[in-house]
C-alpha cells in the first residue's frame, strides 16, 4: 500500500464538499470505474465503499486532483 499523499486527500475532500460541474463529471466516470473493480470493499464500521488497494473512501478519493495511474493505485482511471 503506498504512503497517503495527505495534500491529495486534503484537495479531494475540499472538492467532494463543493465539486465544480467539470469535477462532478469526472467523479461520476471515476466511480462508474471503481463500481467494476475487484478492489471495491464495503466496510460496515464506516459504512461506505473503500478502495482495497489504498484504503481511501471512494465518494472522497474520486475527486483527486491526480490524474491516471497517480490518482487510482492501480491505473484503472484514465484522467
Given at each position: 500500500m503506498k504512503i497517503p499523499d495527505i495534500k491529495e486527500i486534503a484537495v479531494a475532500w475540499a472538492r467532494a464538499m463543493n465539486p465544480t460541474d467539470e469535477q462532478r463529471e469526472l467523479a461520476e466516470q471515476r466511480i462508474k470505474i471503481c463500481d467494476s473493480c475487484e478492489h471495491k470493499e464495503f466496510?460496515?464500521?464506516?459504512?461506505?465503499?473503500?478502495?482495497?488497494?489504498?484504503?481511501?473512501?471512494?465518494?472522497?478519493?474520486?475527486?483527486?486532483?491526480?490524474?491516471?495511474?497517480k490518482a487510482c493505485p492501480k491505473a484503472k482511471w484514465e484522467k
Open positions: 466496510k460496515t464500521l464506516i459504512r461506505t465503499y473503500i478502495c482495497g488497494a489504498c484504503g481511501c473512501p471512494l465518494n472522497k478519493k474520486v475527486y483527486s486532483p491526480l490524474s491516471g495511474d
